[in-house]
């Protein structure tokens, strides 16, 4: 049996060229988000002294504990502002560029950043440090372009899954940062300015891969115009000649918005039925960033610390925290496809609001050894509830709530949303966590309360429905004849039988019983750049 036989069989729709290139995706574009997202936490006290001994050096004073602490929130916040910069600009890049190309591109800016981050050193330059965490920012928001690329090149039943690697690549490449930021790692004060700059190493390993596969189908054919090159692309994706059902449905797109232009931001927030679309879109990233994941993530070690775990414990709780989220990740992208997005979605919001009122209620007894072990608790079972619902969730149905021609931007305008309020979190915590002290939490916990509501009652289901479909929930008008929702179809559908009709609907093709590899003949003809 061939490996794609095995995929198939085992994982509807999924076949080697799309986990290929869905690993390089991960690891190329995805990873280098999450990893310099915590890079810092670990080895914190090391760079605020090296931090003081570079401004001694050049200033010929110390900087005060006030001053220290001031630049170290510039610093961490940073890595939002630059995100909120690469956002601005992600709908006009990927509708310019392509997004495989956007990626590859991106790969340029992760090579400077980690040149600023590894040579601050030995520069005496703090910053350095700061001008490459704002690069790698910058990096972040940019990155928001796999969403977009996973959604366009997967099978409809698999769009939840691939989606949800976005969040696994982040979830992964946090616990690894934490690790290797301990002192018997990389984080020592030899080793730091690698530990900085070691996102090279994966944009090495995308650079290498990803030109070997395709550009989105979706976006050569319905932006581009260019059917035989989308063809090709979406027979290499499949592994098989079979995808004329699938061709079928995206020329039906295609003709919906053959007269119709690509809507920058004002035209998205001029049409009321995107509008409405664009504001469950941004509610679903803020049930992420106003529910205090931006405080845990960008302070977890120092939160630690403060409540009487030290050093290196905290640093141990802070991967035990990235444990349970890469856990909770890979748990969310099963159920997905199981029970849709609502659902993941709601336990989460909810299931944080509730947690972060309780951290408040447990933060507020920091000398008893019982609190301290419940805070950390609860603080674990925020990450949990999270990343079950808003974190995994986040990252994938933005591209779902958008026709073609609208969803650039309206998934530009999503993230913007989202890296603003992160911005704002991640400036004001440290001086909200002094004024309100523990109970700053109750602002978070109030946030989620207010969104789960909005939520329960905005958001439509959009597991293996076809995207005209969702989107005429919203009122907007379509003149495409997709088939309406096909129910109870999985990724994970191994022991569930089939009948043969129901999967050329579902999934715009049949794959034979034992499918093979595209034949050599296609590879050649193909245009590895398209």
């Given at each position: 049996?061939s490996?794609?036989?095995?995929?198939?069989?085992?994982f509807k729709?999924l076949t080697?060229p799309?986990a290929?290139?869905?690993?390089?995706?991960?690891?190329?574009?995805?990873?280098p988000?999450?990893?310099?997202y915590?890079?810092?936490?670990?080895?914190?006290?090391?760079?605020?002294?090296?931090?003081?001994?570079?401004?001694?050096?050049?200033h010929?004073?110390?900087?005060?504990?006030?001053?220290?602490t001031v630049?170290?929130?510039?610093?961490?916040g940073?890595y939002s502002v630059g995100?909120?910069?690469?956002?601005?600009f992600l709908?006009?890049l990927?509708d310019?560029?392509g997004?495989?190309?956007?990626?590859?591109c991106?790969?340029?800016?992760i090579?400077?950043?980690a040149a600023l981050?590894g040579?601050?050193k030995?520069?005496?330059s703090y910053e350095?440090?700061?001008?490459?965490?704002?690069?790698f920012?910058i990096?972040?928001?940019?990155?928001s372009?796999?969403?977009?690329?996973f959604?366009?090149?997967?099978?409809?039943?698999?769009?939840?899954?691939?989606?949800g690697l976005y969040?696994?690549?982040?979830a992964?490449?946090?616990?690894?940062?934490?690790?290797?930021g301990?002192p018997s790692?990389?984080?020592?004060e030899?080793?730091?300015?690698?530990l900085?700059s070691l996102t090279?190493?994966s944009?090495?390993?995308?650079?290498s891969t990803?030109?070997f596969?395709r550009?989105?189908?979706?976006?050569l054919?319905v932006?581009?115009g260019?059917?035989?090159?989308?063809?090709?692309a979406?027979i290499?994706?499949?592994?098989?000649t079979d995808v004329?059902?699938?061709?079928?449905e995206l020329?039906?797109?295609?003709?919906?918005?053959k007269n119709?232009?690509?809507?920058?931001w004002?035209g998205?927030?001029k049409d009321?039925?995107?509008?409405k679309?664009?504001?469950?879109?941004?509610?679903?990233h803020?049930s992420?960033q106003l529910?205090?994941?931006v405080?845990?993530l960008?302070?977890?070690t120092k939160?630690f610390a403060?409540?009487?775990i030290?050093?290196?414990?905290?640093?141990?709780?802070?991967?035990?925290?990235s444990?349970?989220k890469?856990?909770?990740?890979?748990c969310?992208?099963y159920?997905?496809?199981r029970w849709g997005?609502?659902?993941p979605?709601?336990?989460g919001t909810?299931?944080?609001?509730i947690?972060?009122a309780l951290?408040?209620?447990f933060?507020?007894f920091p000398?008893?050894?019982?609190?301290?072990?419940?805070?950390?608790l609860f603080?674990?079972?925020?990450?949990?509830?999270?990343?079950?619902?808003?974190a995994?969730i986040t990252?994938m149905i933005s591209p779902e709530l958008?026709q073609e021609?609208a969803?650039?931007?309206g998934?530009?305008?999503?993230?913007?949303a989202?890296y603003?309020?992160?911005?704002?979190i991640g400036?004001?915590?440290?001086s909200?966590r002094?004024?309100?002290?523990?109970?700053v939490?109750?602002?978070?916990?109030?946030?989620?309360?207010l969104?789960?509501?909005y939520?329960y009652?905005?958001l439509?289901?959009t597991?293996?429905r076809p995207?005209?479909d969702?989107?005429?929930?919203?009122?907007?008008?379509?003149?495409s004849?997709?088939?309406?929702t096909?129910e109870?179809?999985?990724?994970?559908m191994k022991?569930i039988?089939?009948?043969e009709?129901?999967?050329?609907l579902?999934?715009?093709?049949?794959?034979?019983?034992d499918?093979?590899?595209i034949s050599?003949?296609n590879?050649?003809?193909?245009?590895p750049?398209?």
């Amino acid at each position: 049996m061939s490996i794609n036989s095995f995929l198939s069989r085992n994982f509807k729709g999924l076949t080697l060229p799309l986990a290929l290139t869905a690993l390089s995706v991960t690891i190329g574009t995805t990873f280098p988000f999450g990893f310099n997202y915590v890079v810092i936490n670990a080895p914190q006290e090391l760079l605020e002294q090296f931090f003081n001994s570079s401004y001694n050096n050049s200033h010929g004073v110390y900087m005060t504990e006030e001053q220290l602490t001031v630049l170290w929130s510039v610093n961490a916040g940073l890595y939002s502002v630059g995100a909120l910069i690469g956002s601005l600009f992600l709908s006009f890049l990927a509708d310019l560029l392509g997004r495989k190309r956007m990626m590859l591109c991106i790969n340029l800016l992760i090579f400077i950043g980690a040149a600023l981050m590894g040579f601050a050193k030995y520069a005496d330059s703090y910053e350095m440090v700061i001008g490459g965490r704002l690069l790698f920012g910058i990096v972040a928001g940019f990155s928001s372009v796999a969403t977009i690329y996973f959604m366009e090149i997967s099978p409809r039943q698999l769009r939840g899954a691939m989606g949800g690697l976005y969040e696994l690549g982040f979830a992964t490449s946090m616990l690894i940062a934490t690790g290797l930021g301990l002192p018997s790692a990389l984080g020592n004060e030899a080793l730091w300015p690698i530990l900085l700059s070691l996102t090279a190493f994966s944009s090495v390993i995308q650079l290498s891969t990803l030109p070997f596969s395709r550009e989105s189908p979706r976006y050569l054919l319905v932006n581009k115009g260019k059917p035989d090159e989308a063809k090709r692309a979406l027979i290499f994706f499949r592994a098989t000649t079979d995808v004329d059902k699938e061709m079928e449905e995206l020329n039906q797109e295609a003709s919906a918005q053959k007269n119709v232009n690509q809507l920058n931001w004002l035209g998205v927030l001029k049409d009321p039925h995107l509008r409405k679309a664009l504001l469950v879109s941004i509610s679903i990233h803020m049930s992420l960033q106003l529910g205090g994941v931006v405080a845990v993530l960008y302070y977890s070690t120092k939160m630690f610390a403060n409540i009487g775990i030290t050093y290196p414990g905290a640093v141990y709780a802070s991967m035990g925290v990235s444990v349970v989220k890469l856990c909770m990740n890979m748990c969310s992208m099963y159920t997905i496809e199981r029970w849709g997005r609502r659902i993941p979605e709601l336990i989460g919001t909810g299931g944080q609001a509730i947690m972060t009122a309780l951290l408040t209620v447990f933060l507020s007894f920091p000398a008893y050894e019982w609190a301290q072990i419940l805070s950390v608790l609860f603080t674990v079972l925020f990450i949990a509830f999270n990343t079950f619902g808003p974190a995994t969730i986040t990252f994938m149905i933005s591209p779902e709530l958008f026709q073609e021609n609208a969803r650039a931007s309206g998934v530009s305008m999503s993230f913007v949303a989202q890296y603003m309020a992160n911005t704002i979190i991640g400036f004001s915590f440290p001086s909200l966590r002094i004024v309100l002290g523990q109970y700053v939490f109750l602002i978070f916990s109030t946030c989620s309360a207010l969104l789960f509501v909005y939520i329960y009652y905005n958001l439509p289901e959009t597991m293996n429905r076809p995207i005209e479909d969702i989107v005429r929930e919203f009122g907007v008008k379509t003149n495409s004849n997709t088939p309406k929702t096909v129910e109870g179809e999985s990724l994970f559908m191994k022991d569930i039988p089939e009948p043969e009709e129901k999967a050329a609907l579902s999934n715009g093709y049949a794959l034979p019983e034992d499918a093979a590899m595209i034949s050599n003949e296609n590879h050649v003809t193909d245009d590895p750049t398209a």
